[in-house]
């Protein structure tokens, strides 16, 4: 019999404040070690913590988006561990009463198959700083800018089945903060990260022992670390050897998982409710002003663009990915045929983004632009294949769609006596060509375009070119 693997994911959400979760420091990337710390932060005696009413408001549009329980009290708690980038050597966080709890999360899989995912709890808390080696030598560099940072920890049921399921919740989550503008999620710079609690069994049977891989930063790392941890469990199962709960680390360069320390369980944090902290009660009003104030959500967003603009569930899919990508096409497929405006964002602009490691919100083409493009394509003022060369000149250069179709004299022709003109040369430099193609040899209609093209340089209109020479052809006069 076969072994199943059983995923649950726990992702470390950086909430995109201006500030810390209890006090008044910055959460900006980048500063020079330790610059953005207090005494709150840094623990200092005497100094208390004072809630950041922005994250409350961020946890509680997440929940309503994800269908949850809002809880109108809840409760934080000291979760006591000792590390050398805590300062306060404890954490405060949720924990036996978090802001939200159940919800869930619909995927579209790969193969179009709706899987939903159950959502335990998210709860808020507090970051740790950052320990440093690098740039160190047998010594370790302590930054605590990033402690008392916001975070949202988003737990999910043990629903996942494959490493291709993680890897798909994950991205429609990272997706899902993105849109609700809670997150940043740059993962490289480690606002939006998640642990993997990663177990086997026999189909059917109890859940086995699972190990939590930690800190996984990028989807390809999510899905290679859970591959190794699952050859690694069966490996062990089949030998006769035991799974040990413990917490691992994913080695990126050796693509391995290895062992970090036994994992703790609840009772050995020894959490209690933090007395600096009064429970945090919430008004009904409070939760109806959030709600009021979502965006249009990814699914709901998918549906309209299937709706409104007759787009296969793929191009809706592709197109609502992301809430830039989706206002972008928005403002193009104003005025142009929607599935004209799809197939090239999806292709030509994405193409490019990615070839250059660009993202849509800093895209050299504007969205307006992009449109006038394609209009220039609907009034036949150029070609779909002169139109390419056209965007690559505007994603490199940023000029006006009118002014390079008029500076290198780009404009189609579409005059029919200009193109008839271009046929009939070609035909009289041709006349063996001519002459097979009228005994039956049709597919030299193609050489006859081509050429005919490439005597207009690519501008003959595509369409009247194609009629023309098929009147000149079929009737010689």
């Known amino acids: 019999m076969s072994w199943e ?30 610059r953005h710390t207090c005494p709150v932060c840094l623990a200092l005696p005497g100094a208390l913590p004072v809630l950041n009413a922005a994250a409350v408001d961020k946890a509680i549009a997440f929940g309503l988006a994800v269908g949850a329980e809002i809880h109108q009290r809840s409760v934080f708690a ?31 899989l790969a193969d179009g198959t709706e899987k939903i995912v159950g959502i335990t709890r998210a709860h808020l808390e507090e970051d740790a700083g950052k320990s440093l ?15 008392g940072t916001p975070l949202l920890e988003i737990v999910s049921e043990p629903d996942m089945r494959s490493p291709a399921e993680a890897v798909a919740y994950l991205k429609k989550l990272h997706a899902l903060v993105r849109y609700l503008d809670i997150s940043d999620g740059n993962m ?24 939590e891989i930690k800190n996984l930063n990028s989807f390809r790392f999510l899905e290679k670390a859970i591959e190794y941890e699952m050859e690694r469990q069966q490996d062990l199962l089949e030998s006769g050897a035991e799974v040990v709960q413990e917490t691992r680390l994913f080695d990126a360069n050796k693509g391995e998982t290895r062992s970090m320390r036994s994992k703790e369980e609840a009772n050995d944090y020894r959490y209690f409710p933090d007395p600096d902290l009064l429970p945090l009660v919430l008004e009904p009003a409070q939760i109806e002003a959030v709600r009021a104030s979502l965006p249009e ?61 660009g993202e849509i919100e800093s895209c050299p083409v ?40 008029e500076r290198k004299g780009l404009r189609q022709i579409t005059d029919v006596e200009a193109i008839t003109k271009l046929i009939d040369a070609v035909l009289a430099k041709n006349p063996g060509q001519v002459a097979d193609y009228r005994s039956g040899k049709e597919k030299l209609f193609g050489f006859f375009v ?28």
């Open 366 to 405: 504007t969205a307006e632009q992009m449109r006038r493009l394609l209009q220039r394509i609907e009034d036949q003022t150029i070609s779909g294949k002169i139109a390419k060369d056209v965007f690559e000149v505007l994603f490199e250069k940023g000029e006006d769609v009118d002014t390079i179709i």
């Open 450 to 477: 081509g050429q005919v093209m490439k005597a207009s340089q690519g501008k003959a209109n595509p369409e009247q070119l194609n009629r023309l020479l098929r009147e000149r052809l079929d009737n010689p006069s």
């Open 5 to 34: 693997v059983v995923i649950g994911l726990e992702v470390h959400v950086q909430l995109n404040t201006q500030s810390k979760i209890f006090c008044n420091c910055p959460t900006r990337y980048g500063a020079e070690p330790n």
């Open 78 to 108: 000291r979760k006591n561990y000792f590390y050398p980038d805590l300062p306060k050597g404890y954490q405060i966080s949720q924990y036996e009463i978090p802001i939200v709890g159940r919800g869930q999360l619909a995927l579209t």
């Open 297 to 357: 959500l990814p699914d709901a967003r998918k549906r309209r663009f299937m709706e409104q603009y007759a787009l296969p569930a793929y191009d809706a899919g592709v197109l609502t990915s992301s809430r830039a990508l989706a206002d972008y096409y928005e403002v193009v497929a104003e005025g142009v045929d929607a599935k004209l405006a799809a197939n090239w964002i999806m292709g030509d602009l994405l193409g490019a983004l990615n070839r250059s490691n």
């Open 133 to 147: 080696h690098e740039a160190f030598s047998a010594e370790t560099g302590i930054d605590l800018n990033r402690a």
């Open 188 to 211: 490289q710079e480690g606002s939006f990260r998640c642990d993997a609690n990663v177990s086997l069994r026999r189909p059917g049977e109890p859940f086995g022992t699972r190990a």
